[in-house]
T-cell receptor, first 109, second 113 residues
Framework: GEDVEQSLFLSVREGDSSVINCTYT??????LYWYKQEPGAGLQLLTYIFSNMDMKQDQRLTVLLNKKDKHLSLRIADTQTGDSAIYFC?????????FGTGTRLQVFP | NAGVTQTPKFQVLKTGQSMTLQCAQD?????MYWYRQDPGMGLRLIYYSASEGTTDKGEVPNGYNVSRLNKREFSLRLESAAPSQTSVYFCASSPMYSNQPQHFGDGTRLSIL
């Protein structure tokens, strides 16, 4: 099947905002997810958005969904060094969770 | 507050050896999953169990077998390990199958020489 696409790397300065982008494939996906993976650990669910929403905000995290372009983004405000990790978007396709390749976020002082 | 527990955390095997990776969840979830993670490829679904007593193939099932031992436990078996199976393996669970957020274990790092 088609890939869920993400850029591989993003580098930001501490205190700036980070925006991680994702292009998904299935317009009928009802939920879209963002997961965070820290070194040596499993995936931690960060947030998700239902397909009938355009935006969801949860503290420093803002998810934007553009269904027309099948584009999902995760904005992290006031990025901290503890936000350094790999971020995966995931869509539900034929009842299965399909992951993007992940974006490695590096935060520098 | 364990969530999803995987054992072992690390393992080195020789080509042709067999091994079973164990996974247990304490969240009373119905559905469980096995993924492998390879560099630049995200996570790929190997097998899943939508409910106790059922198992189904995912995207990359060849070379693997699974057993849903009970509601808590879902094991993954490599009958004859190959170097191409060197990967990080993750187990996950969710309350129900489909459209449910999945909770992941910390992974098993498997190297096959």
């Amino acid at each position: 099947g088609e890939d869920v696409e993400q850029s591989l790397f993003l580098s930001v300065r501490e205190g700036d905002s980070s925006v991680i982008n994702c292009t998904y494939t299935d317009s009928s996906s009802t939920y879209l997810y963002w997961y965070k993976q820290e070194p040596g650990a499993g995936l931690q669910l960060l947030t998700y958005i239902f397909s009938n929403m355009d935006m969801k905000q949860d503290q420093r995290l803002t998810v934007l969904l553009n269904k027309k372009d099948k584009h999902l983004s995760l904005r992290i405000a006031d990025t901290q060094t503890g936000d350094s990790a790999i971020y995966f978007c995931a869509e539900v396709r034929t009842d299965k969770l399909i992951f993007g390749t992940g974006t490695r976020l590096q935060v520098f002082p | 507050n364990a969530g999803v527990t995987q054992t072992p955390k690390f393992q080195v095997l020789k080509t042709g050896q067999s091994m079973t990776l164990q996974c247990a969840q304490d969240m009373n979830h119905n559905s469980m999953y096995w993924y492998r993670q390879d560099p630049g490829m995200g996570l790929r679904l190997i097998y899943y169990s939508a409910s106790e007593g059922t198992t189904d193939k995912g995207e990359v099932p060849n070379g693997y077998n699974v057993s849903r031992l009970n509601k808590r436990e879902f094991s993954l078996r490599l009958e004859s390990a190959a170097p191409s199976q060197t990967s990080v393996y993750f187990c996950a669970s969710s309350p129900m199958y489909s459209n449910q957020p999945q909770h992941f274990g910390d992974g098993t790092r498997l190297s096959i020489l």
